[in-house]
């Protein structure tokens, strides 16, 4: 009997991302019956599947908790990757903070909660976000002294929803160099992406789900695979992970002040996968989803 696998989604996102055709077409390759399936949908049968995949749940950061309460339910009845334990810790950035005082290159982060007043950075350019969020929701970047009363109010908003801030500086290397993803399966390295700076100053209040992306296929230095690799066993050791059982990960890391690979986030719940920018990539994945069910390649 065919596996049935379910690829979580989104409303928004019926029939999965732009990838969803090529993981699907890899899948089938490997005898198992991908289905996109909205994770907020009442009457979606998750026992009946044999693995249960996180994937364009873009929606999530609007109602984390009862996200987190799906993926505790999914995870009691069938495999759920990746777990719902991983997906708790790495939808709020709050994780960022564990990583640097494990000594890991990450981008200098100052964190203001409910009841913090935030005050400006005094000079260069700079980043508020919220530590729960996904593509790049209420995150504009500020030049200190010309946009401060409009970073005051961005914070101010945040922090009387109730929700932590993130202010960071804005590292300008990624004008030029742009951002690398690196792409894990099974804690496998498979392929690497450059993204475009993607923030200005004091943008436009985003529309949609995401910030389109200028996205090419990159080949990421030995100093970048060095650091996502030890980002990953890192967190295999902190979190008692082992890398191999993250059916996926993505590692973003960005040029910091003295051009050192720096982690801007590690994308352990639902990331893009840029599948289409390497053509092996998609049967690595599926290799990981076959893996993870007991399944043996068909090909």
Do not use: C
Request: glycine content about 6%.
């Amino acid at each position: 009997m065919t596996e049935r696998i379910a690829l979580a989604t989104s409303a928004d996102f019926p029939n999965l991302d732009e990838d969803g055709a090529l993981l699907l077409d890899a899948l089938a390759r490997r005898g198992l019956n991908g289905e996109p399936a909205v994770w907020t949908d009442e009457g979606a049968p998750w026992s009946s599947y044999a693995a249960v995949i996180v994937r364009s749940t873009w929606d999530y950061f609007h109602r984390r908790a009862e996200f987190l309460e799906w993926a505790d339910r999914v995870a009691a009845v069938r495999r759920l990757a990746n777990s719902a334990d991983v997906l708790r810790w790495n939808t709020d950035k709050t994780y960022l903070r564990e990583l640097a005082e494990a000594g890991l290159p990450v981008v200098e982060t100052a964190w203001l909660h409910p009841g913090d007043t935030f005050s400006p950075p005094t000079s260069g350019q700079y980043v508020v976000k919220p530590a729960v969020s996904a593509g790049s929701n209420d995150t504009n970047r500020y030049v200190a002294g010309t946009h401060d009363a409009m970073a005051t109010g961005h914070a101010s908003r945040l922090l009387s929803a109730g929700r932590v801030v993130m202010v960071q500086p804005y590292l300008h290397d990624v004008d030029t160099a742009g951002e690398t993803a690196l792409l894990f399966f099974a804690g496998t390295y498979s392929h690497a992406i450059r993204k475009a700076a993607l923030l200005e100053p004091a943008m436009a209040s985003l529309e949609g789900a995401y910030r389109p992306e200028t996205i090419t296929a990159r080949e990421p230095s030995p100093a970048e695979r060095d650091v996502a690799d030890r980002i990953l066993d890192t967190v295999s050791v902190l979190r008692r992970w082992p890398r191999g059982e993250l059916t996926y990960a993505r590692v973003d890391l960005v040029p910091g002040a003295d051009s050192t690979p720096t982690l801007l986030e590690l994308e352990l719940a639902e990331p893009s996968m840029f599948l289409k920018d390497d053509e092996a990539a998609a049967d690595r994945f599926a290799a990981a989803i076959a893996a993870l069910v007991g399944v043996e390649s068909a090909e």
